[in-house]
């Protein structure tokens, strides 16, 4: 079964770092857009970063500067680096995959692919 896994969460203090992991699981053949999504409290899930294609990747302006997506594609993961944090980053921080193609006994397309999310919280 093909799934995202978020990992790296956790609490951190104003100024600090975290770095987040999503790993895609299963048999998989090929990821194409992968990235970051956030959803804080009351607020709609918003975009963070995104690779759109293996060279070119998104950033939303406030995060600009602060924050790196990398990729590994042997690994079919994805990375957010992220420093100098502030505590409006406080979210549920979600990796997406908007297509891959699975392999095996019933290869198919997956589209928008979502992880279980993983907690961010910036407070002293």
């Known amino acids: 079964q093909v799934q995202l896994v978020e990992s790296g969460g956790g609490l951190v203090h104003p100024g600090g770092s975290l770095r987040l992991s999503c790993a895609a699981s299963?048999?998989?053949?090929?990821?194409?857009?992968m990235g970051w999504y956030r959803q804080a409290p009351g607020k709609q899930r918003e975009l963070v970063a995104f690779?759109?294609?293996?060279?070119?990747?998104n950033y939303a302006d406030s995060v600009k500067g602060r924050f790196t997506i990398s990729r590994n594609y042997a690994k079919n993961t994805v990375y957010l680096q992220m420093n100098s944090l502030k505590p409006e980053d406080t979210a549920v921080y979600y990796c997406?995959?908007?297509?891959?193609?699975?392999?095996?006994?019933?290869?198919?397309?997956?589209?928008?692919?979502w992880g279980q999310g993983t907690q961010v919280t910036v407070s002293s």
């Open positions: 997406n995959a908007d297509r891959l193609f699975e392999l095996g006994s019933n290869p198919k397309w997956h589209y928008d692919l």
């Open positions: 299963g048999s998989i053949s090929r990821i194409y857009g």
């Open positions: 690779f759109t294609s293996s060279t070119t990747t």
